[in-house]
């Protein structure tokens, strides 16, 4: 299946995950097209000052591709730089929050994988 990004559903969230500022999802595909159990396979766009709130991840893994701009990972406590071709693997009921503290769009490639 090809799906080009004017046939991608968009939707935007405020406040995503109580963080800050509003976040632009474009989803690449629907859980339901998905042969395992997924909950997102979208794009994600946070503008600079906003943020995904810290939250966790019991009984699936999240991953992160990081595409462009800067931001700031907190993963159980640690904070770490994420820049333009990082990969961020979180799950396992870890914790984890998202912060453009860069000057231009962070967007970065979500897909969560749901546990048997």
């Known amino acids: 299946m090809i ?6 559903a968009t939707e935007v969230r405020d406040q995503m995950r ?3 500022g509003r ?5 690449y595909f629907a859980p339901a097209e998905f042969g395992a159990r997924m909950r997102l396979c979208a794009r994600l766009t ?15 893994d999240e ?3 990081v595409l462009s701009g800067t ?3 907190q993963e159980n406590g640690a904070h ?3 820049n333009a071709g990082d990969a961020v693997l979180t799950g396992k009921g870890g914790r984890h929050a998202v912060v453009n503290d860069g000057s231009v769009p962070l967007v ?8 048997p």
């Open 23 to 27: 976040i632009t999802v474009q989803h």
């Open 63 to 65: 991953i992160y591709l």
């Open 108 to 115: 970065i490639a979500a897909i969560i994988i749901l546990y």
């Open 46 to 60: 946070i503008p600079p000052g906003a943020s995904i709130g810290e939250h966790d991840h019991a009984r699936e």
């Open 80 to 82: 770490t730089r994420v």
């Open 3 to 8: 799906r080009s990004p004017d046939a991608m």
């Open 18 to 20: 109580g963080g800050q």
């Open 71 to 73: 931001g700031m990972v």
